[in-house]
């Protein structure tokens, strides 16, 4: 498809357990992005791709959260030893680059994490 | 850190009615965006404003970037049904920042 797509759409998990987002950019778009979206909030910013490297990580919440991206495309969210607070929707988004004006970020539809 | 305001937090209003949201910030942005959410959905772009004092039209929704840089509002004229959503305003501040920074969002419902 031409938009960024997320899997899994919904993952329910149990307290303690370790789960993986994927994100597929739009194909090209060097920069991604990793956002977090709890219940009436606006997006938290967690993570920032360009290519594969991780220029600013400065929002990801613990060092329970990690992600990485390989070949330039598809970016693994992973979170370890999940706890109840974890559950949000997580949101991923690329860009054409990561720098200057009109370069604008397009969304996926997001993964639903839920923490029983 | 950066925090932008959003106001209001909802609004409940009737098919073919005007309505107009805005965000506030605490510094100033050099780019300021506009998205709409549904349900079960990623947020999608409506309309960015590059300039301090621009207006900018897409369709029946027009948006301006203030002259102070620290605060945008977002109309929409004529609502219809399929207009209900989360609205998102989201800054940046600086043409080589890639951060944006987030409003709470607007959730609008119309009645047909």
């Known amino acids: 498809g031409a938009g960024v797509s997320q899997s899994p759409s919904n993952k329910v998990t149990e307290k303690g357990k370790d789960v993986e987002l994927r994100c597929d950019p739009i194909?090209?778009?060097?920069?991604l992005y990793w956002y977090r979206q709890s219940l009436g909030q606006g997006l938290e910013f967690l993570i920032y791709f360009q290519g594969n490297s991780a220029p600013d990580k400065s929002g990801l919440p613990s060092d329970r959260f990690s992600a990485e991206r390989t070949g330039g495309s598809v970016s693994t969210l992973t979170i370890q030893r999940t706890q109840q607070e974890d559950s949000a929707v997580y949101l991923c988004?690329?860009?054409?680059?990561?720098?200057?004006?009109?370069?604008?970020?397009?969304f996926g539809p997001g993964t639903r994490l839920t923490v029983l | 850190g950066q925090q932008l305001n959003q106001s209001p937090q909802s609004m409940f209003i009737q098919e073919g009615e005007d309505v107009s949201m805005n965000c506030t910030s605490s510094?100033?942005?050099?780019?300021w965006l506009w998205y709409k959410q549904d349900p079960g959905e990623g947020p999608v772009l409506l309309i960015a404003l590059y300039k301090a004092g621009e207006l900018t039209s897409n369709g029946r929704l027009t948006a301006q970037f203030g002259i102070t840089r620290k605060d945008s509002f977002l109309n929409i004229s004529a609502s219809i049904p399929s207009d209900v959503g989360i609205y998102f305003c989201?800054?940046?501040?600086?043409?080589?920042?890639?951060?944006?920074?987030f409003g709470k969002g607007t959730l609008l419902t119309v009645n047909p």
């Open positions: 988004a690329s860009s054409r680059d990561g720098t200057g004006a009109n370069n604008e970020q397009f």
């Open positions: 510094s100033i942005f050099n780019t």
């Open positions: 194909s090209g778009h060097t920069a």
């Open positions: 989201a800054g940046r501040s600086g043409g080589s920042n890639y951060k944006l920074t």
